[in-house]
């Protein structure tokens, strides 16, 4: 089940998505290991702001998806191949 959290975040990100509000930002981390990181851009501020929302799935954490499973009534097919 998805928390009220969750869906309220996910709404947030779709809005500004829908106004054009988000962007892919590369960062790293202190190993120096570069991540992809899907962000909200605040407008209406001095300066750009982001919020980070979700990283970008990269070969590193395939092993990870791999112990995934969706739910049983998930309408539609789940496209991971967990070969």
């Known amino acids: 089940m998805i928390g009220e959290e969750v869906a309220a975040n996910f709404e947030t990100f779709m809005r500004a998505a829908k106004n054009g509000d988000i962007a892919l ?11 992809q990181v899907l962000s909200v851009v605040a407008t209406g501020v001095e300066k750009y702001a982001y919020l980070p929302f979700a990283m970008m799935i990269t070969p590193a954490f395939y092993p990870l998806v791999n112990k995934l499973n969706p739910p049983t009534k998930l309408k539609g097919e789940w496209l991971w191949d967990d070969d």
């Open 25 to 35: 930002v590369s960062c790293k981390d202190k190993k120096g290991r570069e991540y």
